[in-house]
């Protein structure tokens, strides 16, 4: 998980070295295997998934933990069970690997490293004193850098806030930073969204309303400005406000005082606005859709959130944050493996870190105390190509168990009747039986081969999602490949 889930193996028997790295990379786990002597090339500083200690010398395992390993307590460390080495005083020592090693203890072992990580938490380094800062704002790109120094700038201010950004970059999470790390913080947040509500209502939800202002009115009601009096109010997707109801904005934010709906007492407006929206507010100026000066006023300070395709780095962070933050909630916990998290990278995230945040949850939904392989991921999200874990008869199937899953693939209910004689007269297979007959297998294999390459064109070569097309499972479709010579 480049960083969170990189396994470290240090073991000085070359044999053990190699067959530890081919069982780790065949679970589904990258590592970086060394023996004893190569330690002090290692950064000990970066998040490791886990470190594997196997065989060596006491005398070496003394020099590594005096030099390395009791420096290293923020990195999961396992020993493989045929080791003596005292681990008790090793607050980091997680858990033993018993040989020949097996999928379900690897995925345990890798189960308790995420556990010892998440309870470790990850260092989001800031760049001031305030180190309690942005939990949520997770990432280190420059992107995002940027933005947690723009809100450590304008946060001990009363500037008016523009946040400008896609949907689902998480603007709201910038607003409530701001107001968090500002001296209104014992005060209220309180968030509108001005798209969601009629406009024939927003100005009564904004600014509160008399008894018997209007049909309904029975009695008097405080508005949104008045609900985060000595706080911050933020106005989401002002770029949906009616027009009508910017003039009437505007006024407060000149002003800093309004009247409720049907009232005629002036009320003082003590609130710090932040608005934010994902629309180009100058196109709408050109269009004449939003008020220029509104924009002048609300865009004191703009703060530009990047979308997730343009921080993709992140990615590992922000998966681990956002299963540490369900597993707070009470799911279970889940691990990604590296070529999964490879694979989401490759993602252009149209729904930003929100399409991110519900992947997370679908993932823990559908596969709890388990690891998540590029297989487990929706189609969508599948760049990749690896093999799936099976029984070891489906590895090792017959030729007349593959010639009935052929039969089986081309004849299922996943293709009409009419695309069947489509497929058919494609491979010039003939309509009806000719009295010398034909040599069924060749046929088959014919119309197989031409199905195959066809979705693997259509596909890119990616043959999980070519295997999704012909509805049948990728093992199958990999084995079908090898059986007649086919290639991506």
Known sequence: MQG??????????????RNLSTILEFVGESCEVISSEQANEID??????????????????????????IHAHHIPLLIVSKNNHSVDDLPNFVGELELPLNYPQVSDALRHCKDFLGRKGVQVVSSSRKNTLFRSLVGQSLGIQDVRHLIEQVSSTEANVLILGESGTGKEVVARNIHYH??????????????????????SELFGHEKGAFTGAITSRKGRFELADGGTLFLDEIGDMPMAMQVKLLRVLQERSFERVGGNNTIKANVRVIAATHRNLENMIDDESFREDLYYRINVFPIEMPALKDRKEDIPLLLQELMTRMEAEGSLPICFTPRSINSLMEHDWPGNVRELANLVERMVILYPNSLVDVNHLPTKYRYSDIPEFQPEHHAFASEEELEQDALADIFSESFSFDQSDELVDHVNAP??????????????ADLEINMINQALEAQGGVVARAADMLGMRRTTLVEKMRKYNLQR
């Open 431 to 444: 309509q009806e039986l000719p009295p010398e007959g034909v040599n069924l297998k060749e046929l088959l």
């Open 182 to 203: 500002s001296p209104r913080r014992s005060g209220p947040f309180v968030p509108v969204n001005c798209g969601a509500i009629p406009p024939d209502l927003l100005e």
């Open 44 to 69: 000990w500083s970066h998040i490791w998934a886990g470190c594997i200690i196997g065989s060596m010398k006491d005398n070496k395992f003394n020099s590594l933990f005096s030099e390395h390993l």
């Open 4 to 17: 969170l889930a990189k396994l470290l193996v240090i073991d000085d028997d070359s044999n053990n070295r």
